[in-house]
């Protein structure tokens, strides 16, 4: 039987894939956002210890950046999958369960990126908050302002003005980190249930872009048609990704005088 063509194997319906990478696209995009905001918020407390007073809250958020930093992401993904699922076992063999219980992929993925994005982001916004003038602070502190009116018209729409080209190359790597999930097989499995005269249950697997490239590649046994589609594929969410992050360094800096 002759090889089927790239338009025969990337049609949308059950006799292609185009649809599988389409949804796994979608995930691999949900992981990203996930794990993004969850370092945005590792971030920014983290960058709050190393600007505070306190010298023990320094030196954990700069333990947590040089550890973060320095350890490559793929081992941090199977430290959290190996070492987490080793302590809900544990947990689970004392409740009288026996049998490995291995962590979701999806909330390892999201987790170790959000940890390790992290690390990155408090730098971006530690630097972008010691950008903003300190004679603009003591201005609208002698005005009145202070607490959240203090952070919510000076000092927050400046270190988001500051910090967005530097979250924008963030996304970018956060993006491609996504991949790596693939290594802890991450699928998202959805029930379908019809009530009528036929009762139908069927179910429908969703695995990440770069695995479900794989296990078409593997299944066609054609690995460069749906490899450069997972290409094109990031391309796509990449240069959207650029552009939005352009328009919102225009939004951010509306008003400003360019060189």
Request: aromatic share 14%.
């Given at each position: 039987?002759?090889?089927?063509?790239?338009?025969?194997?990337?049609?949308?319906?059950?006799?292609?894939?185009?649809?599988?990478?389409?949804?796994?696209?979608?995930?691999?995009?949900?992981?990203?956002?996930?794990?993004?905001?969850?370092g945005?918020?590792f971030?920014?407390?983290?960058?709050?210890?190393?600007?505070?007073?306190?010298t023990?809250?320094?030196?954990?958020?700069?333990?947590?950046?040089?550890?973060?930093?320095?350890?490559?992401?793929?081992?941090?993904i199977?430290?959290?999958?190996?070492?987490?699922?080793?302590?809900?076992?544990?947990?689970?063999?004392?409740?009288?369960?026996?049998?490995?219980?291995?962590?979701?992929?999806?909330?390892?993925?999201?987790?170790?990126?959000?940890?390790?994005?992290?690390?990155?982001?408090?730098?971006?916004?530690?630097?972008?908050?010691?950008?903003?003038?300190?004679?603009?602070?003591?201005?609208?502190?002698?005005?009145?302002?202070?607490?959240?009116?203090?952070?919510r018209?000076?000092?927050?729409?400046?270190?988001?003005?500051?910090?967005?080209?530097?979250?924008?190359?963030?996304?970018?790597l956060?993006?491609?980190?996504?991949?790596?999930?693939?290594?802890?097989?991450?699928?998202?499995?959805?029930?379908?249930?019809?009530?009528?005269?036929?009762?139908?249950?069927?179910?429908?697997?969703?695995?990440?872009?770069?695995?479900?490239?794989?296990?078409?590649?593997?299944?066609?046994?054609?690995?460069?048609?749906?490899?450069?589609?997972a290409?094109?594929?990031?391309?796509?969410?990449?240069?959207?990704?650029?552009?939005?992050?352009?328009?919102?360094?225009t939004?951010?800096?509306?008003?400003?005088?360019?060189?």
């Open positions: 039987m002759p090889p089927k063509s790239f338009l025969e194997l990337m049609q949308w319906g059950p006799q292609g894939w185009l649809d599988e990478m389409t949804f796994a696209t979608g995930l691999t995009l949900a992981v990203a956002i996930c794990g993004f905001l969850f945005l918020a971030g920014t407390l983290a960058a709050a210890a190393k600007l505070s007073r306190s023990i809250l320094r030196r954990a958020a700069d333990a947590y950046t040089t550890v973060f930093r320095g350890v490559p992401d793929l081992l941090v199977y430290l959290f999958y190996f070492g987490g699922s080793a302590v809900v076992t544990a947990i689970g063999a004392a409740l009288g369960y026996s049998g490995f219980i291995g962590l979701p992929g999806f909330l390892v993925g999201t987790l170790a990126i959000g940890i390790v994005s992290g690390a990155y982001q408090t730098e971006v916004i530690r630097g972008a908050y010691l950008a903003v003038p300190q004679g603009e602070v003591d201005a609208a502190r002698a005005f009145g302002m202070s607490g959240f009116r203090l952070l018209r000076i000092i927050g729409p400046q270190v988001l003005r500051y910090g967005l080209p530097g979250m924008g190359n963030i996304w970018q956060v993006l491609k980190e996504s991949a790596l999930v693939a290594v802890v097989g991450l699928t998202l499995i959805f029930y379908e249930v019809r009530i009528g005269d036929l009762v139908l249950i069927y179910e429908t697997r969703f695995s990440d872009l770069l695995r479900q490239a794989h296990v078409a590649a593997g299944s066609t046994r054609q690995p460069f048609v749906f490899y450069i589609t290409v094109a594929f990031y391309l796509v969410l990449t240069t959207a990704s650029t552009w939005a992050f352009r328009q919102a360094e939004w951010a800096t509306r008003g400003m005088r360019r060189a």
